[in-house]
């Protein structure tokens, strides 16, 4: 079955650190992957995707995450965190001819001056 | 500003009640989304549509129903309302006409409580 794995509900890090949060998915065919953001009240915002080609992307506000196939992650990755990060995470999988996503449960960010 | 438009905001119900959650969208995508989003289960997928005049079952759509009369707007009702359907409802919206895999537009919610 498809699915999406963040092992970490709640990350908590302190303003300039660097910052891995973490997701493991499972599809049966090439993945399409993405990456989400969710401030609070609000809805969700694209960070970044992978589809093909290079296996390190880059999205916004400064974030990157990395495909490896061999271990079925696409981690989300920051060298030094904001305090405008603090928001939840969502990683999602998707397949080319469609956008029906499957998301994860989401990783909670909060960040410390 | 171009977008996804959801009313309302919020919204308490008595359980038995029928609700409508309203969603537009101006931009002009082919696909829309109806997700709720509820505490340690992230968001899943209620129903959706790829184009006017269809619509398919996402992983939970039992007790919804939607209707896609026209590109803009995909309303999703609560034909008898229970406290499961306590939830934030996001709509969203994609163009898949470039061969999918794009990019969820999402509006910015409508909370639902259930009594």
């Known amino acids: 079955a498809q699915s999406v794995t963040q092992p970490d509900i709640h990350i908590t890090v302190s303003e300039g650190a660097s910052l891995e949060l973490r997701c493991n998915y499972s599809?049966?065919?090439?993945?399409?992957l993405f990456w989400y953001v969710q401030s609070p009240g609000q809805g969700l915002q694209l960070l970044l995707k992978?589809?093909?080609?290079?296996?390190l992307v880059q999205g916004i506000k400064g974030f990157e995450a990395e495909f490896k196939r061999s271990q079925s992650s696409f981690n989300l990755r920051k060298p030094s965190v904001h305090w405008s990060d603090a928001a939840e995470y969502f990683c999602?999988?998707?397949?080319?001819?469609?956008?029906?996503?499957?998301f994860g449960t989401g990783t909670r960010l909060q960040v410390f001056p | 500003i171009a977008g996804i438009t959801q009313a309302p905001t919020s919204q308490i119900l008595a359980a038995g009640r029928r609700m409508t959650l309203r969603c537009t969208q101006d931009m002009r995508h082919n696909a829309m989304y109806w997700y709720r989003q509820d505490l340690g289960l992230g968001l899943r997928l209620i129903h959706y549509?790829?184009?006017?005049?269809?619509?398919g079952k996402g992983e939970v759509p039992d007790g919804y129903s939607v209707s896609r009369a026209n590109t803009d707007d995909f309303p999703l009702t609560l034909a008898s309302a229970v406290p499961s359907q306590t939830s934030v409802y996001f709509c969203?919206?994609?163009?898949?006409?470039?061969?999918?895999?794009?990019?969820?537009?999402f509006g910015e919610g409508s909370r639902l409580t259930v009594l």
């Open positions: 549509s790829n184009t006017a005049g269809t619509t």
């Open positions: 992978y589809f093909s080609g290079d296996t």
């Open positions: 599809y049966g065919a090439t993945p399409y």
């Open positions: 969203a919206s994609s163009d898949t006409r470039r061969g999918g895999g794009g990019e969820l537009f």
């Open positions: 999602a999988v998707g397949a080319r001819d469609t956008d029906k996503l499957i």
